[in-house]
């Protein structure tokens, strides 16, 4: 009893700490509201609204034809018009445009006589995943006005047809995607600084020292250290959860309670991590360097920005420590395809072991102090 008292008393002194303490408030707070609304509505990797450049030589019908159909695509904001090669050439390097399609001026003639009309397209290789996005839009509005104009002079179209429909995401909204990823990326970085920032913060105070020849055990220092934090994480969890299902309308389609175990056992490996770097770490500003050393990577290469399938096969081996990777695979299943149990279960059994790796560490630290 009198245990659970220490620990009771030490949990009330670290929320006491994180509220009263300035940055630690604007950590929870400005963080969360911000970068919710910010990375869903404004960082997607859609291509919208880009300008595209057009350099013609044909007056024909086919040729002005096909530029209205880009002119009215919802994908490109602009069409601007350039009167020479030099004109288009310096609107790319500028990045006024992210494409230019030039026509010859023979692509009526060669059309209408039943020749195959050739276009080129100059993309700005900088912009190298929204160069691709858009030469597949491109190339989808030039086969379509291909197919009309073969149908129209009695030709014939493909003979096979191909449908595509995209299980889970239907519609392909990006939001759906992204979203659900914010609540394991908001959730650690809160977390993680809170967590790093409460060890080094006691030893720049000169109270780490009073907490070691108190009456509390290491592993008592380490439950009081680990709750305060984790009960944050799971109070950022909730809110993006509300806000993803009632504000953005993103379906949820899986087990609430499976969720909420696994963003459990996240926040308990983040914390995990979290302790062990503010157990090494002698300064605040040491512990928010270490804290963004991990977050930075853990973030890039979680498959939350680019398919982590496609990094080499020792980094995926390397990222099964990291474990915001684990959580993106199962918030993306549960909201999106109600993801069984046993999978659930797979993808939550490393952030145990990263958790308690962690904390054992952490503890370990916290017990060499005392020696």
């Not at 609107?91 to 020749?115: H, Y």
């Not at 149908?151 to 659900?180: D, Q």
Request: aromatic residues 10%; hydrophobic residues 50%.
């Amino acid at each position: 009893m009198k245990r659970l008292l220490r620990i009771k008393a030490l949990m009330i002194k670290e929320i006491h700490a994180i509220w009263r303490d300035p940055k630690s408030r604007i950590i929870l707070i400005a963080p969360l509201t911000v970068q919710l609304f910010l990375f869903s509505f404004a960082a997607t990797l859609e291509v919208k609204n880009v300008a595209l450049g057009v350099y013609s030589l044909d007056r024909g019908k086919q040729g002005y034809e096909l530029i209205q159909r880009f002119a009215g695509s919802e994908t490109f904001s602009r069409t601007i018009f350039f009167n020479n090669p030099a004109e288009a050439k310096k609107a790319l390097n500028e990045q006024k445009i992210i494409a230019v399609i030039s026509i010859p001026q023979d692509f009526s003639r060669d059309i209408e006589s039943g020749k195959q009309g050739k276009i080129q397209i100059l993309l700005d290789g900088r912009k190298s995943n929204a160069s691709q996005i858009v030469m597949g839009y491109i190339t989808t509005v030039v086969n379509t006005y291909s197919e009309e104009i073969t149908s129209k002079a009695g030709g014939t179209v493909l003979p096979a047809i191909v449908s595509g429909r995209n299980f889970y995401n239907e519609n392909l909204i990006y939001m759906w995607f992204n979203v659900p990823s914010l609540m394991g990326i908001l959730t650690m970085v809160g977390t993680l600084i809170l967590t790093s920032l409460s060890v080094a913060r006691e030893r720049e105070h000169g109270t780490f020292d009073q907490l070691l020849v108190s009456p509390l055990m290491p592993w008592e220092i380490l439950v009081g250290k680990t709750v305060p934090p984790m009960a944050v994480g799971m109070t950022q969890g909730s809110v993006i959860l509300f806000f993803s299902y009632f504000v953005f309308g993103i379906p949820f389609r899986g087990s609430l309670v499976m969720l909420y175990a696994a963003l459990f056992m996240f926040a308990l490996s983040v914390t995990g991590i979290g302790l062990f770097i503010s157990s090494l770490a002698k300064t605040q500003q040491q512990a928010i360097l270490g804290a963004f050393v991990f977050m930075v990577p853990a973030i890039a290469l979680s498959g939350f920005a680019a398919p982590f399938e496609n990094m080499p096969q020792w980094l995926q081996g390397c990222m099964q420590v990291n474990p915001v990777k684990h959580f993106m695979i199962i918030l993306k299943g549960i909201y999106l395809k109600d993801m069984s149990p046993a999978n659930i279960l797979s993808n939550t059994t490393p952030l145990v072991v990263i958790a308690a790796v962690n904390l054992i560490l952490a503890g370990a630290l916290f017990r060499r102090r005392l020696e």
